[in-house]
């Protein structure tokens, strides 16, 4: 209450204070008594009732921006006043009981808190519940909050930010604010009007990076080009790109990422034994393929092929002699203790050998460009 107290002296001592305004004072015998009179009578008491008595008399005033900005002061310091808890987070949080957080929130002079919490036991949950409780902990209601989440499977959730009350729109608006992990490839940032139930979400996604993979190398489905966002939204795409843990990422690499994702969900276990081996089609604009024509080429009867660490794997690249498209033929995490050194293609022109490094020993894989079968 007490910085309500402060702006409240503040638009006083303004109104007692407060000289005509410069375009007044130059233009002052142009303004009529009973205008300058209303003028100075709206700021020696101010009010929202006295500054739209003044703005419906004289609309056009050059007093007038004044006015409008005296009752927009007053109008954000009525609705601070009703609408700002002075409930503390420890306050918040004793009366809430079990939750992941929990915050004081007014609305219309009315103190509530807010609670955040999962089902019991759920360590992946698909929603979260939002209760409303009185003051004191009583439940009051209790709102539905979607967990937004591109996994399937999903992962381990963990809150990132607490739960905060803000105002990112103006000061007339108070939003519930706060931020989730999904794993640790998905971070999501949350707008939530409690009363309204209207809820905005923004996510960025990607690859844990870094020494302890508390970063995330990726992009964000709401910052893909020509998305019309709500206000809300845009607010919340700002804060991901202001996060310095969220690295975006290039078309290429992330056309890379998703090539060596799909080959390694369909080659599960790819070196242990023999197998056919299924080879991922490459888009021209990945990284693989800008690699891959920075490489020299082992040339065979239907394809050339080349080898090369990239994005932490070490993959072989294809491109057809035919057609001229390039695939993902191989690919394996680089590893320095069994060391995929060279390749080449034996006499028939298809079977291309893998030769490894395992510390003083050697040992061949021989993959058929023709066939896609792998020979241990």
């Not at 996994?151 to 108070?174: H, Y």
Request: charged share 25%.
């Amino acid at each position: 209450m007490r910085f309500i107290k402060i702006l409240a002296a503040a638009i006083l001592a303004l109104s007692i204070l407060k000289p005509l305004p410069a375009a007044a004072q130059t233009s002052a015998a142009t303004q009529s008594k009973a205008e300058t009179s209303l003028y100075t009578k709206t700021f020696a008491k101010p009010s929202v009732k006295a500054a739209d008595k003044f703005l419906k008399k004289f609309p056009e005033s050059v007093y007038a921006p004044e006015i409008r900005h005296l009752k927009d002061s007053l109008q954000t310091a009525e609705f601070q006043k009703k609408n700002v808890s002075q409930i503390t987070k420890d306050e918040a949080l004793q009366k809430a009981g079990e939750c992941l957080d929990a915050v004081g929130w007014k609305k219309d002079g009315t103190e509530h808190i807010l609670a955040l919490t999962v089902l019991k036991g759920a360590v992946a949950p698909t929603e979260l519940t939002l209760r409303i409780l009185s003051p004191n902990g009583a439940p009051e209601t209790a709102k539905t909050i979607p967990v937004y989440t591109l996994q399937d499977p999903q992962k381990p959730f963990r809150l990132a930010l607490p739960l905060e009350v803000v105002s990112p729109l103006g000061p007339r608006r108070n939003y519930l604010h706060f931020a989730y992990y999904n794993g640790a490839d998905e971070y999501v940032e949350v707008l939530y009007l409690p009363e309204e139930d209207i809820l905005h979400q923004a996510m960025f996604y990607g690859n844990p990076v870094g020494k302890d993979q508390q970063h995330i190398e990726g992009q964000s489905p709401e910052m893909m080009e020509g998305l019309q966002l709500t206000a809300e939204t845009a607010w919340l795409v700002g804060r991901l790109k202001d996060n310095p843990s969220l690295i975006p990422i290039s078309k290429a690499d992330y056309l890379t990422d998703a090539a060596i994702r799909w080959w390694l969900e369909k080659n599960p276990g790819a070196g242990s034994k023999s197998a056919r081996i299924s080879f991922g089609r490459l888009d021209p604009e990945s990284s693989i393929v800008q690699a891959y024509n920075r490489q020299s080429k082992e040339k065979g009867k239907n394809c050339n092929a080349a080898l090369f660490d990239i994005r932490g794997y070490t993959v072989i690249c294809v491109r057809s002699r035919t057609d001229g498209e390039y695939s993902l033929a191989w690919c394996e995490p680089v590893n320095r203790s069994k060391r995929l050194n060279t390749i080449y293609f034996e006499t028939d022109g298809t079977t291309l050998v893998l030769f490894y490094y395992k510390g003083r020993t050697t040992i061949k894989y021989r993959l058929s460009t023709a066939s896609h079968t792998l020979r241990i």
